[in-house]
């Protein structure tokens, strides 16, 4: 008589043997999970990290984004200042004094566009090489040349001390900000920036820095030049009639300008009044 053991095992043997010698069904099934784990494990992984990288630009981002509501305590105001910001983030400044005023517009502008102010005055000082690198060289030299720098240096010591206390003002909101913002938390572009030149550093912002722009404007303004040197060689032959239909004046009554007429400014540096029309 069989053991029946021993043909339970004989069974169990031969159910499990493949005769072409191929991996059992249990083994396939194995092999096809461990590569299925291994696949999904992968794919989260890089999920992960990818999240994790779009985490940090978007926080890189966003942190150098102005505050849009709440208050700041900002050194060097003299009493409150009101920012208002509409649907498309336009700023409108409320201030009681001339001082408050400019120095709350500096702030303004350093939250909204510091980059872009760092990189003009770059421009106005002939300066781009210490952004760039020496690709700018040549252009910093025709800047040079131009002198706007040393041109706004001459103007601010030449300015009256209220205006120059209006630069001066503006220059402290500037640097307000700056103070307690630093490299790609001023802009997202000074992290670019530090990709290739880490060991630049942002300067505190000059009253002259303000006026030396304003001579890069009026160069960048300068197209009708052609027009104003022929009409001051028509002055010569012309009445001032005949350069009048020439040259009529601006449109105002069909084009009328946003802030129509301002008050002077008193001695006591109040906000000057506006009057509309």
């Known amino acids: 008589m069989s053991d029946p053991s021993h043909r339970a095992r004989a069974t169990r043997s031969a159910h499990t043997a493949d005769p072409a010698g191929e ?33 940090v630009v978007l926080w890189r981002v966003q942190r150098s984004f102005p505050q849009l509501d709440g208050g700041i305590d900002v050194a060097g105001l003299e009493q409150e200042v009101t920012v208002y910001r509409d649907e498309l983030g336009i700023p409108t400044v409320v201030a009681e004094n001339t001082h408050d005023l400019f120095a709350a517009q500096g702030y303004v502008h350093a939250q909204d566009r510091f980059w872009e102010m760092d ?21 910093d030299r025709f800047l040079r040349t131009l002198g706007w720098h040393g041109i706004a240096e001459a103007e601010f010591d030449a300015l009256d001390d209220r205006t120059r206390g209006y630069y001066e003002a ?27 030149n880490s060991e630049y550093e942002i300067e ?20 009708n030049i052609e027009d104003e040197t022929a ?47």
């Open 204 to 223: 505190p912002w000059t009253p002259v820095d303000s006026i030396a722009w304003l001579k890069a404007m009026a160069w960048d303004l300068r197209t």
């Open 119 to 139: 990189f003009r005055r770059h421009v106005t000082s002939g300066r781009l090489s210490e952004l760039f690198g020496a690709s700018q060289l040549g252009t």
């Open 23 to 55: 991996p059992a069904p249990s083994r396939r099934r194995s092999l096809g999970r461990t590569i299925g784990l291994s696949v999904f494990g992968f794919v989260a992984a890089v999920t992960v990290v990818a999240l994790i990288a779009a985490g």
């Open 231 to 277: 009409r001051a060689l028509l002055a010569q032959s012309r009445t001032p009639e005949e350069i009048a239909e020439l040259y009529p004046d601006y449109p105002f009554d069909a084009n009328p300008v946003i802030v129509p007429t301002l008050t002077e400014v008193g001695d006591d540096a109040s906000v000057a009044p506006i009057e509309q029309n």
């Open 170 to 196: 503006y220059a402290e909101g500037v640097n307000a900000y700056l103070a307690d913002h630093d490299g790609s938390a001023v802009s997202l572009e000074y992290g670019v920036l530090a990709l290739q």
